[in-house]
């Protein structure tokens, strides 16, 4: 990333929509936006591979769960944020990962331009191809800064969408534990 010509490009916005970028508020912030962008699309050019810590699943069959894993990321149709709580589970299939990876694998794609949609399917489709499992969900619930502050303007709306794979989307009696647990 090229924090100086973002900071060139966000002076020249601030400057088009009619603000002074001189007054004493605004001397820095081109600096600034251009530093939190930095963190905000951190998680283009990250591979999940490497981040993957895989262990023997000593023959352990049953349900892995990490739920409420607050996350942020941007609207790629109109630059504002999003946020909300992800909830993810596996069935492992002889091998498990590090607990710490699967918020590491939400962080690395909600660190992108995204949607919510292919943010879920982003998730399950790696840990789908990485861990090889019985069967993978994910449930993302987000609020959308997108439909708060501009559009509908509507406050208490809540986006929920879901990706399941394996024995999480064939099995009616696995999809339906999974969602009883994340509640």
Request: charged share 30%; glycine share 6%.
């Amino acid at each position: 990333m090229d924090l100086k010509k973002i900071e060139k490009l966000a002076k020249e916005l601030l400057d088009e929509i009619g603000e002074n970028t001189d007054r004493e508020g605004l001397k820095k912030t081109p600096q600034r936006i251009a530093k939190s962008f930095e963190k905000i699309f951190g998680g283009y050019n990250k591979d999940p591979k490497q981040f993957l810590t895989e262990f023997d699943g000593e023959n352990y069959d049953e349900m892995i769960i990490c739920k409420d894993i607050d996350f942020y990321s941007t609207c790629e149709h109109h630059l504002q944020p999003f946020f909300g709580k992800i909830s993810i589970g596996y069935i492992p299939n002889k091998k498990i990962i590090g607990i710490s990876k699967l918020p590491r694998i939400v962080e690395i794609f909600s660190r992108r331009m995204q949607n919510q949609e292919r943010l879920t399917q982003q998730i399950a489709n790696t840990l789908n191809s990485l861990l090889k499992p019985r069967g993978v969900g994910v449930v993302i619930k987000a609020r959308h800064l997108c439909m708060m502050a501009r559009g509908v303007e509507k406050q208490n709306t809540i986006m929920i969408t879901s990706s399941c794979t394996g024995l999480f989307k064939n099995n009616a009696k696995t999809r339906s534990e999974f969602l009883r647990l994340i509640k």
